[in-house]
C-alpha cells in the first residue's frame, strides 16, 4: 500500500502539490535551455582535446549533432511514458531521472572534451526525456471533481513557467561562456537542475501519486483504444515534425548566422546565442493575444478547428525561412545585415509555432483517455524527434568529406523554406479530408 496520498482530496482550492511542480518546471527548463543555448558555439568555439588544445567542430557537424542530440531528448518520452505508467509511477520516474539529468549536467561542467560533451548529452537526453511526459500529466493527476475548474490555470503557470525558465536561462548562458567559461556557463544549469530535484522530493507529501497499473497498462496501449489513438494521430504528427525540422534551428542555424550579423541594439551588442530568448518572450505575450483576442475575433466569421489553425499555421512556418535565405544572400554578398531582420524571423516562426505546436499539443491531450495521456504526449515529442532527425540527416548528407558542402548557405534556407511549404500544402489536403472527424472531435470536447 501507497505511503502516499493515492487521489485527490475533496477541495475546491487549487493542490498543495502544483506549486512544487511549478517551481520544479521552471528550474528544470531553465537548466535544459541554459544548456541547450550555448551549445552549439561551445561545440565550435570551446571544444578541448584531451591534451587541453582546442579541437572544435565544423558549423555542419555541431548543427548534426545538436539536432541528434534534440532528437534522442524526444524520443525517449514513450519509453518515459510507459516506465512510469506501467511500472514505476510518476514521481519515481521523475526523480530518478532528474538525478541521470543533474549527472549529465555534471560530466557537461567538468569536462570540456569531446567525452564530456557526449557523456553529459546522453545523460541529459535520457533524464530530460524521460520524465517530459510525465510532468504533465503529473499536473493534471492533483485534479479532482471539486477542483477541475481550476486545472486550466495550473496549466496556464506550468506553460508560463516553461517560457520563464527558458526565457532567463537563454539569456544568461551565453554571457556566462563569453565571460567565465564552459564550466561555469554548463555548472549554472546543473545547479538549477539540483535545485528543481530537491523542490520536487520537498514536495513528495503535498502530491496525489497514481499508483502503476503494470501489464494492465501495456494491454490498454496496445488494445482497441491503443490502436485507435495511435491511429488517428501518427500521420498528423508525421506533417507536424516538418514544422519541428525548421524550429529547432533557432538554436542551431541561426545562432552560426547571427555571428555574421550586426547584432547591437540600442547601444547593447548581443551574443549570437542570446537570440534565442527572442522566442519565449514572444510566447508569453502571444498566449494571451491569440487566447483572447485573434482567436475569439477569426470564430466569429468562420469554425475555427485545431486541423484549420495547424493548416494556417504551416503555411505561416515556411515565411521565416525566406528571411533567414535573404539575411545568407547578404551576408555572402559581403553586407552585414542586422538582427532586426533575424528577429523578425523569429516572429514570424513563434506565430506558426502558436498555430501548430500549442494548438497540436493540447488537441493530442484531448484525444487520450486519462490513463493514455502520458503516452499520448510522447507521441507528440516523438515528432519533435522526428523533424530533428530530419535536420540532422539534410546537415550530413550536404556535407562533402573536406568539410565543404553541397548547399551554400542561402540554398540551405531556401531548401528549408520550400520543404516546409510543399508540407503544408499536403497537410491542408490531409486535414480537408478529414475536416468533418476532427470538426466532431473539437465541438465534443469543447
Not at 73 to 95: H, Q, V
Not at 209 to 227: F, S
Not at 288 to 299: E, Q
Not at 412 to 423: D, N, P, Q, V
Amino acid at each position: 500500500m501507497s505511503r502516499y496520498r493515492t487521489a485527490p482530496l475533496p477541495s475546491p482550492h487549487m493542490p498543495g502539490g502544483i506549486p512544487y511542480i511549478i517551481a520544479n518546471d521552471v528550474a528544470e527548463r531553465f537548466s535544459f535551455y541554459g544548456m541547450k543555448a550555448i551549445l552549439v558555439v561551445f561545440m565550435t568555439q570551446y571544444l578541448l582535446s584531451s591534451d587541453g588544445e582546442l579541437s572544435t567542430f565544423s558549423d555542419e557537424n555541431a548543427k548534426s549533432i545538436f539536432h541528434l542530440f534534440a532528437a534522442t531528448a524526444y524520443f525517449l518520452p514513450i519509453i518515459g511514458a510507459i516506465a512510469a505508467d506501467a511500472f514505476l509511477g510518476k514521481y519515481r520516474t521523475i526523480i530518478l531521472l532528474s538525478i541521470v539529468y543533474c549527472g549529465g549536467h555534471l560530466a557537461l561542467a567538468v569536462d570540456d572534451t569531446k567525452t564530456g560533451l557526449f557523456l553529459g548529452l546522453t545523460l541529459i537526453a535520457v533524464g530530460s526525456g524521460g520524465i517530459k511526459p510525465c510532468v504533465a500529466s503529473h499536473v493534471g493527476d492533483q485534479f479532482g471533481k471539486s477542483n477541475q475548474h481550476l486545472l486550466s490555470r495550473a496549466f496556464s503557470w506550468y506553460y508560463l513557467g516553461i517560457n520563464i525558465g527558458s526565457a532567463t536561462s537563454s539569456l544568461l548562458t551565453p554571457w556566462l561562456l563569453e565571460h567565465y567559461g564552459p564550466s561555469v556557463a554548463f555548472g549554472v544549469p546543473g545547479a538549477f537542475m539540483l535545485a528543481a530535484t530537491i523542490t520536487f522530493w520537498v514536495g513528495r507529501n503535498k502530491y496525489v501519486h497514481i499508483q502503476p497499473t503494470g501489464m494492465a497498462y501495456i494491454r490498454d496501449i496496445t488494445g482497441p483504444d491503443g490502436k485507435r489513438i495511435v491511429k488517428r494521430l501518427a500521420l498528423m504528427y508525421v506533417f507536424v515534425a516538418a514544422f519541428w525540422s525548421l524550429f529547432d534551428q533557432m538554436g542551431s542555424t541561426w545562432v552560426l548566422q547571427a555571428e555574421h550579423m550586426d547584432k547591437n541594439i540600442f547601444g547593447y551588442e548581443l551574443l549570437s546565442s542570446q537570440i534565442q530568448s527572442v522566442n519565449p518572450f514572444l510566447i508569453i505575450v502571444l498566449i494571451p493575444i491569440f487566447t483572447y483576442i485573434i482567436y475569439p475575433f477569426v470564430g466569429r466569421f468562420i469554425l475555427l478547428t485545431s486541423m484549420g489553425k495547424m493548416t494556417v499555421g504551416m503555411f505561416f512556418a515556411a515565411t521565416p525561412f525566406l528571411v533567414t535565405a535573404w539575411c545568407e544572400s547578404r551576408i555572402q554578398s559581403g553586407v552585414t545585415p542586422h538582427i532586426a531582420w533575424q528577429l523578425l524571423a523569429y516572429l514570424m516562426l513563434t506565430v506558426a509555432e502558436m498555430m501548430v505546436a500549442i494548438t497540436c499539443m493540447e488537441y493530442s491531450y484531448t484525444q487520450a483517455p486519462k490513463r493514455m495521456k502520458s503516452l499520448v504526449m510522447s507521441l507528440f515529442y516523438l515528432s519533435i524527434s522526428m523533424g530533428n532527425l530530419f535536420t540532422a540527416g539534410v546537415n550530413q548528407f550536404i556535407q562533402n568529406a573536406d568539410g565543404t558542402t553541397k548547399l551554400d548557405d542561402a540554398a540551405y534556407h531556401l531548401f528549408f523554406a520550400g520543404f516546409m511549404g510543399t508540407t503544408a500544402i499536403l497537410f491542408a489536403v490531409y486535414a480537408h479530408f478529414y475536416k468533418e472527424e476532427f470538426i466532431v472531435q473539437d465541438e465534443v470536447e469543447g
